[in-house]
């Protein structure tokens, strides 16, 4: 994180307003709290599930593989230098199978569980009703975990196509820094909506 970068969270990591505004909100922040933690137990459900069908489906198939392979090399009788030849080759051919059902079903994991979380950010976003600094800096973290998905993602497609991922980077690195600065400017409306007598604020930089 550049120095920018790290001022801008500074920045936002101060702006103290809960201090000035009374929140009168609570019993909907408990609803919403309780929502949360609703769905939180479901999506963990829901992921241990999926995950387990998954795995399922990689033991299987690599479990065919190996009964295949061990098939074809019992069917191999003698230890001349041919046949022995024969059983290394079908030892590197299970092997390189199975490397290729690993890499398939991490990939589907990957991708799944990243959707996953996704999803489970997109509902804590809607619980937020930007009317407290708490509620704006839990925002904030929601959405900077959301850039950092979204760029594994992209990167993680890129490096399969053997693309560079720099400007994949770049891309992410101004979104971070924009979403600090929509972040401090929420953080200041709310404080312009503090009356005037009761307006006393500080914001330091480290």
């Known amino acids: 994180m550049s120095d920018y970068d790290k001022a801008l969270k500074g920045m ?9 505004v009374n929140d009168s909100n609570d019993a909907n922040k408990k609803e919403a ?5 609703y769905m939180k137990n479901i999506e963990s459900e829901l992921t241990k599930t999926r995950i387990a069908l998954i795995e399922d489906r990689r033991k299987a198939e690599i ?10 090399i019992n069917k191999i009788k003698g230890y001349s ?3 022995n030849q024969l059983r290394s080759q079908y030892e590197e051919e ?7 059902i690993n890499e398939k079903y991490d990939l589907e994991r990957e991708e799944y569980e990243s959707d996953l979380e996704k999803r489970s950010i997109e509902l804590k976003l809607d619980t937020i009703k930007n009317n407290s600094e708490k509620e704006l800096e839990y925002k904030l973290d929601l959405l900077l975990r959301m850039n950092e998905i979204l760029r594994e993602e992209e990167i993680r497609e890129a490096e399969r196509r053997g693309e560079d991922v720099e400007l994949i980077n770049k891309k992410y690195d101004a979104r971070f820094s924009s979403i600090i600065q929509d972040n401090i400017s929420e953080r200041l409306g709310l404080i312009k909506k503090v009356p005037t007598g009761n307006l006393i604020y500080w914001i330091q930089i480290p």
């Open 12 to 20: 936002s990591e101060s702006i103290d307003v809960d201090a000035l």
């Open 33 to 37: 709290e309780e929502y949360a933690n």
């Open 63 to 72: 479990a065919s593989v190996e009964n295949t392979y061990k098939e074809n």
């Open 81 to 83: 230098a041919k046949e």
């Open 94 to 100: 299970k092997n390189k199978n199975i490397r290729d």
